[in-house]
């Protein structure tokens, strides 16, 4: 059940930015994020709303008392504008059931008059502990290495989701084909409320800082993920040994070849709502990640935990950009993604093509947002282009990007955007039937 709390005003002057899983972790930093560089970079006629979905409605609460909480220091301390220029609107979602995901989507729809910005945040790793001789082993010898590509961490494999159609009135189970969990949770689940919400982010008119009927669309992923974590023959990556991985994989190649001709025809079905393809401009769909932060989505004993801390600053202090450690840092690039002016990352685009953005400090901890190179598209799909952005924190063993390599990931993508949208329309026609 939805529920809203008021401390601003709204219509044209408000920016909505939806965030999933807000209630812990990167989620929640991101939140506190977009509330300070709101209000330092808006003027002060600007409100901004967060929408945060959470499982439960306890968290849901739990969150916009924390955040409340924050803004009131905000407004004492530093902007006494504060309390007037933001608010927050929660919802309950569980990204493993389709069914919450229609039914908080019919809310949403009826509760907003549109959306700036989608974050898909939420996620599951399906971690099922370490492979502690490899990792001491790495740790001793290659360490800047093992806490940035970790190769020990083990993962489950085969997991599927709940039942999703509900039973008929014998109780018999009708038949359905199976959905990976880590899937369903990560990419799927994001793929059909983006879906879902695609009139509120065509309605985006008189919005800030946004083109006319463009909104945004944000993929968090990771630094981790090769040309080696996703294959076709396995979509939703139920046999991968890292569905994570895998998923991970599978929204850097969408966000990354969505403006692309060639994935023009599924684009256009997965932003309409009616029988018809939609119509360009399409909402802009970026991919970025938090670089290497210390969060809870591998659980440790609380001598791992800090002792994983203490190897994070060192890898920093050995020239890794990639370690800012804490979440709020690493909210960095995904912040910048949502309130920076369209004209800017247009401008970016375009003159160095489509790109994953990264979350990068130096040694002092300054955090920034950076291109980061993506294996089998480079740094933006152009030929050279890491002679231009430099190697620091490039991963061991990538090679040059070549015409081939262009040639064979934009190919990928529209495989890609063909089988998510088959899926898509698959799965509607069962949840309908």
Known sequence: MAEEMEMSGSGNNCTYILVTGANAGLGNALCRRLIDEFLKLRPSSQSLKLVLTTRSEKKSSDSVRGLIQYVQKKSTKFDRSALSRISFQTEQLDLCSLQSIQNASKR???SLPRLDTIILNAGISGNIGIHWPSAIKMYLLDLVNAVTYPPFLRFSVGDITKPQLSPLKDGTRRKEPPLG???????????LLTHNLSPLLSRGVKSPNLSPCQGRVIF???????VNSFSLSDFQGILSTSAYKSGKRLSDILALTSSMPS????????FSTSSEPATPPFPHIYTA???ICNTAIVPLHPIAHYAKICTFYVARMLGSPWHPIWPYKGACAPAWLALAPQT???????????????SATNLRGDERAVRTEVDGWGYGGKLGDSRAFGVRGRRRGLRELTREDRVAFEELGRECWREMEELREEWEGLLAG
């Open 181 to 191: 969990k880590v899937f369903c949770a990560n990419i799927f689940g994001h793929y």
């Open 344 to 358: 800017q990352l247009d401008a970016l685009e375009e003159a160095d093509g489509p790109s994953k953005w990264g």
């Open 289 to 291: 990640h938090p670089g």
């Open 263 to 270: 994935t023009k025809p599924w684009v256009s079905r997965c």
């Open 220 to 226: 968090i992923s990771t630094l981790e993920t090769t």
């Open 108 to 110: 949403l729809l009826s």
